[in-house]
């Protein structure tokens, strides 16, 4: 598991499996219980705390990383590997999660 790869995860019901990213640096990881993680959703709002995903980077369908919902969660329910986001993609992340908390 590494910082900017986009994995399944199981959220408690009523949710679903879905993705997310992985925002945990890699520097403590294998320190940690628990990482830090951005759901990834299909319903896009197209506001400044999410991160558009396509194809194109390597998701199955349009989507977004949602980084108004960071959440702090058991590293071993982290699920397989979908992809993983290059630098560009990665800022744009970093950029979302500031609007988000406003610092």
């Not at 896009?44 to 990383?65: T, Y």
Request: glycine residues 6%; charged residues 25%; aromatic residues 6%.
């Amino acid at each position: 598991m590494k910082h900017g790869e986009i994995r399944w995860y199981k959220f408690i019901p009523p949710d679903k499996k879905r993705p997310v990213l992985i925002l945990t640096r890699d520097s403590v990881l294998e320190y940690l219980g628990e990482v830090t993680i951005a759901p990834i959703t299909t319903k896009i709002r197209n506001i400044p705390s999410e991160v558009f995903l396509s194809k194109a980077d390597g998701m199955p369908q349009d989507c977004a990383v949602n980084c108004d919902h960071l959440q702090t969660v058991p590293k071993g329910k982290i699920g397989a590997l979908i992809t993983f986001l290059p630098l560009p993609k990665l800022v744009e992340v970093g950029r979302a999660i500031r609007f988000a908390l406003d610092i």
